[in-house]
């Protein structure tokens, strides 16, 4: 990334990695957390982590790479994701995707060169009876076409 | 007068929270007494947002509603889908697990009980953990997440173990395409869960329950998280649920964007936070589960299926379904399809009434080309199979699943080499990496389909030699299944993995 993310102070951290310490199994919790609080999960958090927690800094790298949420640069300020799954290809989901792809340029998990907007596959919104399905940080979206993703992308500052 | 628009994330996708702030803004303008509730969807997804309005006189619908329709809407002069449940679709239904989705307000506890909520559990509650176990048994509940494993028996185990803490645990990680009846229920009738899943503590013994949801679904996480705190506020959870001195409680954990995590021994690394790989059994999570204590992992679907076992007696329930498929299925119709959503039904309907009848064909008008029953890891169905009865065995038979329910189905414009590429692409991102035949497979079967598509025919008997590998050789499903979509393509689709080589010939 060609902006360098300014430096998140340690307590601020284990902050929020001291909320979740109590319940069973607090890893993902935690970095969830992370993710939420600063958008990604920073690259000093895992040294805070793993000593909560009293595993390896690889483990908590281990954990954190395995799963497609978490991310370890912050993505734009909003996150499209577009479903990839059986049923939204069934109604063109797959053309959609490319041509959005296609339109900004951007290949899947790419962001906008005004960093207004990260582009994700996603497989199922369980929104398949309205497909193409799509998800703009938090907000879903059915029966999206042409038309309604270029509102979407503008919505978002694209 | 009441007004009722869905909540359902289905609706709100097609525009439902614009519309229910229209109906305010619009009842505001007019000095109209107007209650908004927000319920659940009742499952016919192609009329959402679908609108009711009660002025004392019973329910009628309207739907699909866009906000340009409220102020005609208002005046009573948009054409009505009169009562719901007797909409056709709606009508021909069996509802037991989903009686009261759309019904209620799902964040209403008292709504909740009106409706037949907390009967089955008050039952459970003056049963004994045996007793409760036999209920369930004779219910002939079988998992609803796919496997189809009969419940009775696997709270038996869990129930017998000895341990100072045993768990249960909801596994709502619903990454299969085509389903949503987890959805659905978890947002539409949260209080049925919590129910279900503490008629499961009490009967096993177990005073700790997890529902481990995807965080794909952040509106049910949301309503989850509601209604668990509800249910705690009104003893419905706790330490003393609903005065019997008896213990259970539980919490909500969001999954991390992993498809394999909905595999049970995934799920179970997950949340204790390790890599979501899959683990050997045995040991079973039965025995050795969360935490390597005991632990009833269920589907949402059977865990909410449970309290109307309780409330209306096994028999009732054994009473519907075909053969060992005892019951209903809520079964969700997905993809190309003119009415598509959630339709519960006995166990038995031909597959094929389902998709053209039920469902009424295609949306796009063209004829019906494949349907993908069970999710990225089940068979594609030709119409010449549609005369399989929908339940376990009937599609076991046709080397076909039925998994978590859901249909997908395509017009003649799809490419089945394309979709069987993509069921081993699917296999490649989402492998958990612990078994080879399913981390390397799936990337050499991606290979092996491009060198089919080149025209290499050759290419065709290797394909089925790594699917019978993936099948004997993998740990669990994600691997092991991989294989349907891309057999059941190549067997019933020959010609679409021939037309590169017939072109040059």
Known sequence: ?158 | MKIYVPLDSAAKALGADAVAAAIKAEAAKRGLEVTLIRNGSHGMIWLEPLVEIDTGTGRQGFGPVTVADVPALLDGKMASLGPVEEIPFFARQTRLTFARCGIIDPLDLADYEAHGGLAGLRRALAMSGPDIIKEVTDSGLRGRGGAGFPTGIKWNTVMEAEAVQKYIVCNADEGDSGTFADRMIMEGDPFTLIEGMAIAGIGVGATKGYVYLRSEYPDAINVMNQAVKLARQNRLLGADILGSGKAFDMEIRVGAGAYVCGEETSLLNSMEGKRGEVRFKPPLPALEGFMGRPTVVNNVISLATVPVIFEKGAAHYADFGLGRSKGTMPIQIAGNVKYGGLFETAFGMPLGELVNDVAGGTASGHPVRAVQVGGPLGAYMPPAKFDTPFAYEEFDGQEALIGHAGIVVFDDSVDMLQMARFAMEFCSVESCGKCTPCRIGSVRGVETIDRIARGDADAIPLLADLCDTMTDGSLCALGGFTPYPVMSALTHFPEDFATVKEAAE
Request: hydrophobic share 45%; glycine share 8%.
């Open chain 1, 1 to 158: 990334m060609q902006n360098p993310t300014p430096a998140i102070p340690d307590p601020e951290i284990q902050a929020v990695i001291d909320k979740d310490l109590h319940l069973e199994g607090p890893l993902l919790p935690i970095l969830h957390g992370l993710q939420t609080t600063f958008g990604h999960i920073p690259d000093t958090a895992i040294a805070l982590v793993a000593a909560a927690l009293n595993i390896t800094k690889a483990e908590v790298h281990g954990v954190m790479s395995f799963y497609h949420d978490f991310r370890q640069v912050p993505a734009g300020r909003h996150v499209l994701r577009i479903c990839r799954a059986e049923a939204c290809q069934a109604m063109g989901g797959k053309a959609l995707a490319d041509e959005t792809l296609a339109s900004l340029g951007l290949d899947w998990h790419g962001t906008t060169a005004n960093g207004a907007v990260t582009i994700e596959p996603v497989y199922c919104l369980g929104l398949c009876a309205c497909a193409p399905a799509a998800m703009v940080d938090d907000k879903v979206i059915g029966r999206v076409d042409k038309a309604r993703m270029d509102t979407i992308l503008q919505e978002a500052g694209a």
